[in-house]
């Protein structure tokens, strides 16, 4: 729905016209451009409510991105992109599933575990496009977002309860991002393997 802001409110009347905030219960929240940040600036007022331009993409960045084609060929060329530059930097990484939902890198590096999900496809209102499972041994202790050692960029696009752990045959750190560029996920998928092997890193 695009309101934000209490579910017992009511819902402004003219409800696809605008994207509503409640400033009584999100008093500093302005939507921002999903992808150049620009705030959203106030378009409208309604009771309980204040209506902005956008919630997403401003028109700037909607124009843009229909320049670039369809969404799924955009996101399914992106996947490819990095799927390729994990491959060309660990050999040890193969393609063991390519759906159209998502496509999975699976082998050892470093002599751990290590899988990787690139999803073209993601579930309503779930942020995880780029999912890592690397083997942390409990030996070695457990990181938190601070402890994975990440540039700030890189940190503001964790998904939500990102870091976490897993056991399956392994015991694993998954850490998940909203998005990531190609050399990104080299960068994210080094980082860890320094941070799991417990090296500090810049």
Known sequence: ???????????????????????????????KCGICSKPAPIVDRQ????????GKLCPECVTTVEAAGPWRIRRLQ???ARRDALLARFP?????????????????????????RLRIK????CYERYVFHVQ????LGTLDAAGLGLADALRENLASDSPSYTQTEVRWLRVAFRHLGKL????????LLARTRGVEVA
């Open 92 to 116: 040890g990484l193969a393609v063991v599933r390519v759906a159209p939902a998502v496509t999975m890198l699976k082998g050892q590096v470093d002599g751990r575990q290590i899988e990787v």
């Open 136 to 139: 942390h041994d409990a030996a």
């Open 122 to 125: 993601t579930r309503q209102d």
């Open 1 to 31: 729905m695009p309101y934000y802001g209490h579910r017992c409110a009511i819902v402004p009347l003219r409800l696809h016209d605008a994207w509503w905030v409640c400033p009584t219960c999100m008093p500093d929240f302005v939507p």
């Open 78 to 80: 992106a996947v490819e």
């Open 184 to 191: 990104d996920t080299i960068t994210v998928l080094e980082r």
């Open 47 to 54: 009771p309980g409510f204040v209506g902005h331009a956008y």
